[in-house]
T-cell receptor
Framework: DAKTTQPNSMESNEEEPVHLPCNHS???????IHWYRQLPSQGPEYVIH???SNVNNRMASLAIAEDRKSSTLILHRATLRDAAVYYC????????????FGSGTKLNVKP | EAGVVQSPRYKIIEKKQPVAFWCNPI?????LYWYRQNLGQGPELLIR????????DSQLPKDRFSAERLKGVDSTLKIQPAELGDSAVYLC???????????FGPGTRLTVL
């Protein structure tokens, strides 16, 4: 039961903004939206998370649709080090805060 | 601060052999997770511990997989006997509590021949 859907891959130019979309139409009111990224041969690392309101941190911004059925991770200025697989995840409160990973979007950043 | 430590990083075995993976979480983190990641897919939870108690092992294939977290610190995941389909990356993660950010180790890449 896939809870999130993401494009398989996206491409961006260095120094330009990147918008990574995610659909989660079956989200419930208590589910948090998390984003992690995974560099080659490494474990996933935290990027950002939110519930209803848009969120900003030093790495990225998270824009959550008003109906919460979709969200967008925004990298304001992509660098070569941002090339990774980005996972959109639902943390399901009723199921012990379990993380449901999607298949991820592989981001390629061109110099 | 040291991150999550896993060993070995790589393991190649023949089918039907046993294998074990070890994880040392970040100091003070009560919650520990084992995930399996198949090629081209996101991680899937196998088991979660809160201290030494396994609170979610619904996805752990119990006929061949076992795990333990003695004293609520480091943990071992075992497969016996291994099958070809067990080839994957096994990730360990820890968090301060069940709601906190998860910190992942680098994983163990298992190849079953």
């Amino acid at each position: 039961d896939a809870k999130t859907t993401q494009p398989n891959s996206m491409e961006s130019n260095e120094e330009e903004p990147v918008h990574l979309p995610c659909n989660h139409s079956t989200i419930s009111g208590t589910d948090y939206i998390h984003w992690y990224r995974q560099l080659p041969s490494q474990g996933p690392e935290y990027v950002i998370h939110g519930l209803t309101s848009n969120v900003n941190n030093r790495m990225a911004s998270l824009a959550i649709a008003e109906d919460r059925k979709s969200s967008t991770l925004i990298l304001h200025r992509a660098t070569l080090r941002d090339a990774a697989v980005y996972y959109c995840i639902l943390r399901v409160l009723y199921n012990f805060n379990k993380f449901y990973f999607g298949s991820g979007t592989k981001l390629n950043v061109k110099p | 601060e040291a991150g999550v430590v896993q060993s070995p990083r790589y393991k190649i075995i023949e089918k039907k052999q046993p294998v074990a993976f070890w994880c040392n979480p970040i100091s003070g983190h009560n919650t520990l997770y084992w995930y399996r990641q198949n090629l081209g897919q996101g991680p899937e939870l196998l088991i979660r511990y809160e201290n030494e108690e396994a609170v979610d092992d619904s996805q752990l294939p119990k006929d061949r997989f076992s795990a333990e977290r003695l004293k609520g610190v480091d943990s071992t995941l075992k497969i016996q006997p291994a099958e070809l389909g067990d080839s994957a990356v096994y990730l360990c993660a820890s968090s301060p509590d069940r709601e906190g950010e998860q910190f992942f180790g680098p994983g163990t890449r298992l190849t079953v021949l």
